[in-house]
C-alpha cells in the first residue's frame, strides 16, 4: 500500500484522542496497519459458502459485471451484478451482534461490510460509517466502538472506499485515490447503493429509516450518494473535500511534485460531475449537517466556504476554530448523536418511493443472497465569514 502524507487535524487527532469512541473515529483519519484479507476465495478468512462457490469467488449463473460509468452517480449506466453475499464471523456480545460479510459486484474487488446490530431490536433504523482516506476497517472491530454506535437501538454499517484500505490492490504505486479520484469517488457511490440494495433483503434492519457519516473523502462520498439516493435520510460530514480546482490547489494531502497533474483541466473536468458543491444545493428532502474544522490543512479554507455557500440553507452548519476545540465538542458520544435524533424524528412509515426502492434492489439481489444463521435544524452561522 501507498503511504501518504498525514495533513494536519489528521496527525493531532491521531496523537491527542485514544482510549474512547472519539478516539476510535479519529484513528480512522490516519493510516492504520493493513489488514490482509483474501481478494477471491476467502479461504483464509473462513468465509461461509454454503452455495459452493468455485475457487475465483464467483458464481457461475451468475458472474460480477465489468460496465461502470463512474461519471455518473447513479448506477443506471452501469453494469454490477452482485455475487452472494459470504459470511465471514459474527460475533455475539452482550449489547450487540456483529457480522463480517463480503460483497461483491466488481472483478478482483471485493468489499468487506460490517453489519452491526444492536441486542433486544428487532428493526433498528440504519447508519452508515465512512471514514477518509486513508483508513481501515480496523475500527468496527472494536467492541467499545460497536456498543457506542448501536447505544439506543441504531444498526451500524461499517466499510471502506474504493482504492482504500484492503481495497487497493494490484495497483502501480503512483495510482492511488486521488490520482484516480472519478475511479474512487463514482465506484463508491455506486457502492453505497448496491450495498442499501443488499440491506434491503434482510429482514432484521428499518430500511425506512437511513443515515451516513461521513468525514474528509467519506462526507464527500456521502453527498454524492444522498443526491443519487433517495433511502438516505439525512447525512453528518466532517469536513468534506470538494470544490475541486481549490482543493486540488492547496490541500496538504497532495504531494507538491504531482500537484500538477491534479490541476490541469482535463483531470478537472473528470471529476467536475462529483463535486460536492454541486450537488449539495440539491438534497432538498434530507435532513443535513456540515461540521467544519478551519485548522484542517486537508480541506482549506477556500473549499471550506465554498461547501459552506452551496449547503441548504435548512442545513446545519458547525465550525470550531481548532481541532482541539472540535475535539472537546466531540467527545462523550456526542458526535454520532445527531444523526441519530434525525433518524429518530423521521417515521417509519415515511416514505412510500423508498419502500419501492428497497423492494427493487431486493429483486436485484435476493436470488444470489445467503441468509445469516441465525425538522430541520436552523442553518446556523460560522465563523467563515469573519
Not at 36 to 42: L, V
Not at 344 to 350: H, K, M, T
Request: glycine fraction near 6%; proline fraction near 6%; include cysteine.
Amino acid at each position: 500500500m501507498m503511504f501518504r502524507k498525514e495533513g494536519g487535524m489528521q496527525q493531532v487527532w491521531r496523537r491527542s484522542c485514544r482510549g474512547d469512541l472519539f478516539a476510535g473515529l479519529v484513528l480512522l483519519l490516519s493510516i492504520n496497519v493493513t489488514i490482509a484479507w483474501a481478494q477471491q476465495s476467502g479461504s483464509n478468512l473462513g468465509w461461509s459458502n454454503p452455495a459452493g462457490l468455485n475457487q475465483s469467488g464467483s458464481v457461475s449463473a451468475r458472474s460480477v459485471g465489468n460496465l461502470e460509468d463512474w461519471s455518473s452517480l447513479s448506477l443506471a449506466n452501469s453494469e454490477l451484478i452482485p455475487e452472494r453475499p459470504l459470511l465471514g464471523e459474527r460475533d455475539e456480545n452482550p449489547q450487540f451482534t456483529r457480522e463480517l460479510w463480503q460483497v461483491k459486484w466488481r472483478q478482483g474487488d471485493p468489499i468487506d461490510l460490517y453489519v452491526i446490530r444492536p441486542k433486544g431490536v428487532a428493526k433498528p433504523p440504519v447508519i452508515l460509517y465512512l471514514y477518509s482516506y486513508p483508513s481501515e476497517t480496523e475500527i468496527f472491530r472494536g467492541d467499545h466502538y460497536c456498543a457506542d454506535v448501536t447505544k439506543d437501538g441504531f444498526a451500524a454499517i461499517g466499510f471502506v472506499s474504493a482504492l482504500t484500505g484492503h481495497r487497493y490492490t494490484y495497483r502501480p504505486m503512483k495510482q492511488w485515490f486521488v490520482s484516480e479520484l472519478q475511479e474512487a469517488l463514482g465506484s463508491s457511490v455506486h457502492d453505497i447503493q448496491m450495498i442499501l440494495n443488499y440491506l434491503s433483503t434482510r429482514d432484521d434492519l428499518d430500511m425506512s429509516r437511513v443515515g451516513m457519516f461521513g468525514v474528509g473523502s467519506g462526507g464527500t462520498i456521502a453527498i454524492l450518494a444522498a443526491a443519487a439516493d433517495p433511502r438516505i435520510k439525512t447525512i453528518d460530514v466532517i469536513d468534506p473535500w470538494g470544490d475541486w480546482p481549490d482543493w486540488m490547489t492547496k490541500s496538504s494531502l497532495i504531494p507538491e511534485r504531482e500537484r500538477p497533474n491534479y490541476v490541469k483541466p482535463e483531470f478537472l473536468k473528470k471529476v467536475a460531475p462529483l463535486d460536492p458543491v454541486e450537488w449539495l444545493p440539491q438534497l432538498k428532502s434530507q435532513r443535513i449537517r456540515v461540521q467544519q474544522v478551519l485548522d484542517d490543512s486537508v480541506t482549506p479554507r477556500a473549499v471550506q466556504k465554498r461547501i459552506k455557500a452551496a449547503t441548504p440553507w435548512t442545513a446545519q452548519i458547525l465550525s470550531f476554530d481548532t481541532t482541539q476545540q472540535f475535539s472537546s465538542a466531540a467527545s462523550g458520544g456526542k458526535l454520532l448523536q445527531w444523526v441519530k435524533d434525525q433518524l429518530r424524528l423521521a417515521s417509519p412509515q415515511s416514505a412510500s418511493q423508498d419502500s419501492q426502492n428497497s423492494r427493487a434492489g431486493k429483486q436485484a439481489i435476493e436470488p444470489n443472497h445467503i441468509q445469516s444463521n441465525d425538522v430541520q435544524s436552523d442553518h446556523v452561522q460560522t465563523k467563515l465569514d469573519d
